[in-house]
């Protein structure tokens, strides 16, 4: 007899945050607290919060930078099962790329122990996830 898996489904947003120093372009990643993932910063949406400001908003919260959207690069799509409340949760992630407006201090969280701001290349052999590694290479032709 096959058992009925609860599911729910969670959207988030999610930001490719750079800076370009002359020809070189930097890109910030954030280490997820008590786990050792590296990942782009994102967030989930809240009520009545469109997607753009979702993204702004927990750029922010993650990493303390003041950000404007420029374009949407795509979505990831993954599945997972979390022991903590067992259930089998469908995530989808918006992912955005993001000028910054302000910079302020990094202050690590309940979420987040640590930012950094990494090359293109580091980051892709820091990214934790491959699906994040596409969704960064997707977002450089329109980094101008």
């Given at each position: ?15 490719i ?19 050792n ?31 404007k ?10 599945n ?19 000028k ?21 290349q ?11 590694k ?5 977002a ?5």
């Amino acid at each position: 007899m096959e058992e009925n898996v609860e599911r729910k489904k969670i959207i988030s947003a999610g930001g490719i945050l750079f800076w370009k120093n002359g020809k070189e372009i930097f890109v910030c990643i954030v280490k997820r607290k008590g786990k050792n993932v590296w990942i782009l910063p994102r967030g989930r949406v809240e009520t009545n919060e469109n997607m753009e400001n979702t993204v702004v908003r927990e750029v922010k919260e993650e990493t303390g930078v003041i950000s404007k959207v420029i374009r949407k690069i795509g979505v990831i799509k993954y599945n997972y099962y979390s022991p903590f409340d067992r259930l089998f949760y469908d995530k989808e992630v918006h992912f955005y790329l993001l000028k910054i407006t302000k910079h302020e201090k990094f202050v690590p969280n309940q979420e987040i122990q640590d930012m950094k701001w990494v090359s293109i290349q580091d980051a892709l052999s820091i990214l934790s996830y491959e699906k994040e590694k596409e969704i960064l290479l997707k977002a450089l032709k329109y980094i101008s």
